[in-house]
């Protein structure tokens, strides 16, 4: 009792007032729930900022403690958001939150010191400390960039205004090359210029077309990639590729016609080139990646087409660089929209079986079965008649569009629509889709390439249109094949369950094999399967993936034999 009344009335001591304070803090928090754990640290480094007292080493050394302390749980809840693509929105926007709330706060207290540094140097007593606090502050701003782009956001409207002038900062200081660990964990040193030319580079790459986990790929080779290139400040036309100019708000902008000025600064790209293509080599001959300084997860040959791919953004003055291959042009009209290959190859189906209805009516020729009635009796069965006359009254039924989408461009090769949210969130980067546009007749297919979003509710879909008019087949296990189900405890050894397929026309003059379209879990290099068209029996053997959806690939195939199926 006599301890509950000295007590009363006694303020409990923040944890924010001093480093063994923190650290005993920091030893409470449910370790096994990071997202939990790291809203905790949350609420502490808010705190912290909302103190608005002058840096002090002391009050400093209780915000590092807070950061290094979050390194490990950001690492967690990242790696839980990137690990599940399909996740719901709730958890989604949970992990999302979380991290992007971390970022906000970290950053509201690094960059507050680093401004009272500037407007006071002389009365500062952390001068000693603003190396490593610029060179997290702009980490830490790089960092909430890349947030965005895995959502397909925009960036934070002043972001870039704020990292141009952190570097800037750093080179009036003379510290901008100078090496230094960011946190006492890491085994690599680096630079304030090394960390700006990372976002730099990475900034050229946010076009919509890459997945998050491609983009955190991509991240964690930047500081191999980067290493060794410089920023200049004097401009050599032969020898340049990017530039950056500090006093606008925004990234870097490839060479083309500039008039040089003091406030840009200037790079080269073609020892990246190179460093790139030596890594592509070493892969195709079987180096192991993470001895060439890539990370575990690059597998081929995914990991080889996006060496290629950023290649192909980076690459320097007089090699092929990104452009349109198609223009762009207004058109706003009704599009169709139906999503799931099996979806898809049933409206295909359709199409195929009433163009083909089209063309018999208007053709003299005898069907199949008509002429091996004549053939058989020199006459046509009333029998074979009849089926054929029903065959042509037969309805073909379409499965209902999944959407219907407003598109507002569009091109050769496919068209943009700005779309509502769905309820099942179903709209990610390389998804197939059937689609009809309105005043044609058949379905077309495509794949979604490029998201942005525009508004909270709304974003920008591009969907390339890889075929025109496919052909719906059915495949099946060649005879050789061990494949038996086994439903309920009945053996059903023999029984073949059909494979739904899209076929795709090649382009010879351009190299293009016919190819399919199958689930991926249909797929082996080497597998034998059969399907019948128009009474023909084609045998083929699958070859290789060419490309990889979600759920589906296309892959390229060779035809063994064919000859006219038995009746």
Not at 130 to 136: G, N, Q
Request: hydrophobic content about 40%; charged content about 25%.
């Amino acid at each position: 009792m006599l301890k509950f009344l000295t007590t009363l009335g006694r303020k409990t001591s923040s944890p924010l007032t001093d480093l063994p304070s923190i650290s005993r803090w920091m030893e409470t928090l449910p370790m096994g729930d990071s997202v939990k754990a790291l809203d905790a640290i949350v609420q502490q480094v808010k705190e912290y900022s909302d103190q608005n007292q002058a840096a002090t080493k002391q009050r400093l050394a209780v915000l590092t403690a807070l950061d290094e302390g979050a390194q490990e749980l950001l690492d967690l809840v990242r790696g839980q958001y990137l690990q599940n693509p399909r996740m719901s929105r709730a958890v989604e926007g949970r992990l999302w939150n979380t991290v992007s709330a971390y970022y906000q706060e970290i950053l509201r207290a690094y960059h507050t010191h680093v401004m009272e540094y500037i407007g006071n140097p002389s009365g500062s007593k952390i001068a000693s400390m603003m190396p490593l606090l610029t060179a997290r502050t702009l980490f830490y701003f790089s960092l909430d960039a890349r947030w965005s782009y895995y959502r397909y956001t925009e960036t934070n409207a002043k972001l870039w205004k704020r990292i141009h002038n952190l570097y800037h900062f750093a080179e009036y200081e003379e510290f901008d090359t100078r090496a230094l660990k960011l946190y006492a964990a890491d085994e690599a040193e680096t630079t304030v210029a090394q960390l700006y030319l990372q976002a730099l580079m990475l900034e050229t790459l946010n076009t919509g077309s890459l997945t998050p986990r491609q983009i955190h790929m991509i991240e964690r080779w930047l500081p191999m990639l980067v290493s060794g290139m410089s920023l200049e400040r004097e401009f050599k036309p032969a020898r340049h590729v990017f530039y950056v100019t500090l006093n606008e708000n925004r990234g870097a902008r490839r060479v083309r016609r500039i008039t040089p000025s003091e406030h840009q600064r200037y790079w080269e790209t073609h020892g990246l080139k190179d460093k790139l293509d030596r890594l592509r080599s070493q892969l195709s001959i079987g180096a192991l990646p993470a001895k060439l300084g890539l990370t575990e997860d690059c597998k081929l040959p995914l990991c080889l087409e996006l060496l290629d791919r950023i290649a192909y953004f980076w690459a320097p003055s007089g090699v092929k660089r990104v452009q349109r291959a198609f223009e762009r042009k207004d058109a706003m009209k009704s599009i169709e929209v139906v999503r799931g290959l099996s979806d898809i190859c049933l409206n295909v189906r359709a199409d195929n079986a009433q163009a083909l209805r089209a063309q018999s009516d208007t053709s003299d020729e005898l069907s199949y079965a008509e002429m091996v009635d004549v053939h058989l009796y020199g006459f046509v069965t009333k029998r074979t008649q009849a089926k054929v006359e029903q065959g042509k009254d037969e309805k073909i039924e379409h499965v209902i569009a999944h959407e219907r989408w407003v598109m507002e461009n569009e091109s050769e090769a496919g068209y943009g629509a700005q779309i509502d949210d769905q309820a099942d969130d179903w709209v990610r980067l390389g998804k197939l889709v059937g689609l009809k546009p309105e005043k044609k007749g058949h379905w077309n297919i495509g794949v979604i390439r490029r998201l942005r979003r525009t508004h909270p509710n709304q974003q920008y879909v591009g969907i390339e249109v890889i075929a025109e008019r496919p052909l719906a087949l059915l495949l099946r296990a060649a005879k050789s094949e061990d494949r038996p189900l086994t439903i309920q405890g009945i053996d059903s050894v023999g029984v073949e369950m059909p494979i739904s397929a899209l076929y795709l026309k090649g382009d010879e003059r351009r190299g293009q094999p016919d190819v399919l379209i199958l689930q991926s879990a249909e797929f082996a290099s080497g597998r034998d399967l059969w399907f019948t068209v128009r009474g023909v029996t084609y045998q083929i053997r699958l070859k290789h993936a060419l490309e990889r959806g979600d759920d589906w690939l296309r892959a390229s195939f060779d035809v063994l034999a064919k000859h006219e199926a038995a009746r």
